[in-house]
């Protein structure tokens, strides 16, 4: 893509011509083989998600989030009451198909429409949900929303530095690394450094394929086993497209 330059000859970007807001995410459902996501309703996600996290008993999955755990129903109830109000962040629920129980939390936020930019976040997995094909394909309809059907032009994971799990996990999906904002906030009383990491519209069509090529039924042994990993086929297709994390 050719940079533009002005008439001193300073390159000031690329164009990005005919470009118009993109909406807001809709709260209608989305439906993959292994989970659907639903816009969080406590009436019929709360209790189910409150016992699906209780089987973290060590409460390990709350360390790095802002809030909780919550000891009692009541607290989580009030928790979702209230994000479930909230349009940004937007939350989300998600539904294993094979159970047809809520077993996770993600939402969308930080949402940019006039330059088409929006943030994964909030992410919560209990303990069922966690390693899971739904876990996975959970993160591609979320992302297949944002690009084919909204058309923004970057998705973005953030998360505290020390979380090593979930910057793993941002590199498996195909994100690429960003850098650290030092001292970025305080939560419960800490600090964190927050690790950046994106998604750009360029590199989509490709990723998009290397999640489909994994979602096939063909790609899986007996016992679920994924005969090529995730990793691969996101570094491959970032590779291919000459855009390297």
Known sequence: MDLLHNELGQPIGFPVPNWTPRAQPPRTPM???????????PERHAAE???AVAEDRDGRSWTYMGYGPFPHYADYRAWADAAAKSSDPLFHAIIDLKSGKAVGIASYLRIDTGAGVIEVGHIHYAPALQRTCAATEAMYLMMRRVFDELGYRRYEWKCDALNAPSRRAALRLGFRYEGIFRQATIYKGRNRDT???SIIDREWPTLKHAFEVWLRPGNFEADGTPRTKLSQLTAEALAGSGLQR
């Open 49 to 51: 998600l409150y016992e």
């Open 195 to 197: 690790a950046w990491y």
């Open 31 to 41: 439906e993959g083989r292994f989970c659907r996501i639903e816009a969080l309703d």
